[in-house]
Structure formats: structure tokens, C-alpha cells
């Protein structure tokens, strides 16, 4: 996961501080997503941006120090990083699947045939409507117009 950017600013030494801090505290190793949310958790730490709408920051600021010494670019790289990893990895999967969807497919079919069906995820996940694409996704058959999202692009235009 570390390249030559997140080295120079640091976000490399931010992973392996913050995930050898987790293992000494949680019953469990950390995983990516501990690492992840602590070192969001961590950008709150310094100081807010001026002008900030009191509703925005951090209410904790006041009682926190900054004992980590994690500069606040180490942090916004690492975690830029890891929604990089996972977004590669989850569209990776989502795309390239080679998962058989059969019995989800008819799981959701029997469900569908008796009861009006809605999914929410917040895992962003795809498999639902490859087992059923005309599955209502709360949005217009035709779409909304404009231009669609692509995260990819978004990723692409990131500064580096």
C-alpha cells in the first residue's frame, strides 16, 4: 500500500504507528478499518480550518493533546490511501466476480414475488442488482440526468 508520496509525507510511519497503538489497546489485532477510521479521527485533532461553521467542529478539540506527532498530511494521505484501496478492491471484486449469484438471485425473486422489496446497504455494494438489475435502486428508470458519478475519475483528478 505504500508508495513513494505516502513516504515522503509520512502517511507510511501514520499506518504502522496507529496500527501498533491499536493492537497494544483492542482484545483483537486492528484491521484496515480501524486503522482507517482512528486516522480520521486523528485529522480532528488539529486545529480547525478558520471560518469553520461552529456545527462542523470537532467538540472534543478543547480536552484532546496531541500527543501522536502525526502531521496532518501524513494523516489526510493515509487516509486518501485506504478509500483508494478499498474503492480498487471492491470494484475489483464487483466487476471481475466470478461468484455464482443463482441462489441470491432466487432468494430475492421469492421475497420479491410476495413483499415490495428495498436493499440499503451502506457498503456500496453492486450484487443485488447483478442478481436482479430492474431491482427498484430509488432512483427513476431513466436516470436523473446530468452527468453520472464515476468514482475512478474523482480518484484520478485527486491532487498527488
Same mark, same amino acid.
Given at each position: ?11 507510511? %510511519?501514520? &499506518?504502522? /504507528? ?9 482484545? @483483537?489485532?486492528?484491521? $484496515? #478499518? ?50 483508494? %484501496?478499498? &474503492?480498487? /478492491? ?9 461468484? @455464482?449469484?443463482?441462489? $441470491? #438471485? ?55
Amino acid at each position: 500500500m505504500s508508495d513513494t508520496l505516502m513516504q515522503r509525507v509520512g502517511a507510511d %510511519v501514520a &499506518y504502522k /504507528t496507529i496500527k501498533t497503538a491499536l493492537d497494544g489497546y483492542l482484545t @483483537d489485532p486492528s484491521n $484496515f #478499518e480501524h486503522v482507517y477510521h482512528c486516522a480520521h479521527e486523528l485529522l480532528t485533532t488539529f486545529t480547525v480550518t478558520p471560518g469553520a461553521a461552529d456545527e462542523f467542529k470537532p467538540v472534543l478539540v478543547p480536552f484532546l493533546d496531541n500527543v501522536h506527532k502525526l502531521s496532518r498530511d501524513s494523516l489526510q494521505m493515509l487516509c486518501g490511501k485506504i478509500v483508494e %484501496v478499498i &474503492y480498487s /478492491t471492491v470494484s475489483g471484486c464487483c466487476t471481475s466476480s466470478t461468484l @455464482d449469484l443463482g441462489t $441470491f #438471485e432466487r432468494f430475492l425473486e421469492r421475497i420479491r414475488s410476495e413483499y415490495v422489496t428495498r436493499i440499503y446497504t451502506t457498503n456500496y455494494d453492486d450484487f443485488p442488482l447483478q442478481a436482479c438489475p430492474d431491482l427498484y435502486d430509488g432512483l427513476p428508470a431513466g436516470g436523473i440526468g446530468g452527468t453520472p458519478f464515476r468514482p475512478g475519475r474523482l480518484l484520478a483528478q485527486r491532487k498527488t
